[in-house]
């Protein structure tokens, strides 16, 4: 059964600064991995996805990295601003014989607090 | 472009009353459909999904049911709600567009049953 983890829980961190989110899975066989963002009382905005056969995807500010065979994926984002604070939920897609239903697993997210 | 629309917002319901929420998808066609629960201090779990009218597919034993009656049109239901069903609910589209496939998010339900 796919678990992913990511860390750290919450990261509270002064504007301006450049901060990377962690995201971790135990089972390497994906489709692809995607980033989300969630603002209080909200739903979820898609930030990037990357491939499986994809090393990273970039997005303004946003740079998100997988490295599939250690189970492990990175969102960095530069010179962080307070309108950057929400939740950041990593999800992965499983691998089932070239189709996908899109049964994503998330992890429990990370909360992030950029404070001027 | 494609959108997601779910209502309602915010729904307060006592213990025992039934529940309707809906989710429409406009500006695609044959997208496959899911509910998702977020509840407090949890992560999101998925409830049920459809890939397509009339297709249903339960990952979770529960009191909740879930049906599709038009290609872009996905209902919640329950008969007796419990106190346990409290939480956020959100409904998500896919396509599968060349060689990938995308999860978008409604803006979610926050359900409390009281």
């Known amino acids: 059964k796919q678990e992913v983890t990511q860390i750290p829980a919450a990261l509270s961190v002064p504007e301006g600064e450049n901060l990377v989110l962690n995201c971790s899975f135990t089972d390497s066989a994906i489709y692809n991995l995607q980033w989300f963002r969630q603002d209080p009382g909200k739903g979820l905005t898609s930030l990037l996805l990357i491939q499986s056969s994809q090393r990273e995807q970039t997005s303004g500010r946003l740079n998100a990295s997988l490295d599939k065979s250690s189970g492990r994926s990175t969102l960095y984002i530069a010179a962080s601003q307070p309108g950057d604070s929400a939740t950041y939920l990593c999800?992965?897609?499983?691998?089932?014989?070239?189709?996908?239903?899109?049964?994503?697993?998330f992890g429990q997210g990370t909360i992030l607090t950029v404070h001027p | 472009s494609q959108t997601i629309h779910q209502w309602p917002a915010t729904l307060v319901q006592p213990v025992g009353s039934p529940l309707s929420l809906e989710c429409t998808v406009e500006g695609t066609s044959n997208p496959n459909l899911y509910w998702y629960r977020q509840a407090a201090g949890r992560g999101l779990q998925l409830l049920f999904y459809?890939?397509?009218?009339?297709?249903i597919s339960s990952e979770v034993p529960q009191n909740l049911s879930a049906s599709r009656p038009q290609d872009r049109q996905f209902i919640l239901s329950s008969k007796k709600l419990l106190l346990s069903d409290s939480g956020f609910y959100l409904c998500?589209?896919?396509?599968?567009?060349?060689?990938?496939?995308?999860?978008?998010f409604g803006q979610g339900t926050r359900l409390t049953v009281v």
């Open positions: 998500a589209w896919s396509v599968v567009w060349g060689r990938t496939t995308e999860a978008f």
């Open positions: 999800a992965v897609r499983p691998y089932a014989g070239g189709t996908s239903y899109g049964k994503l697993t």
């Open positions: 459809s890939v397509g009218i009339g297709q």
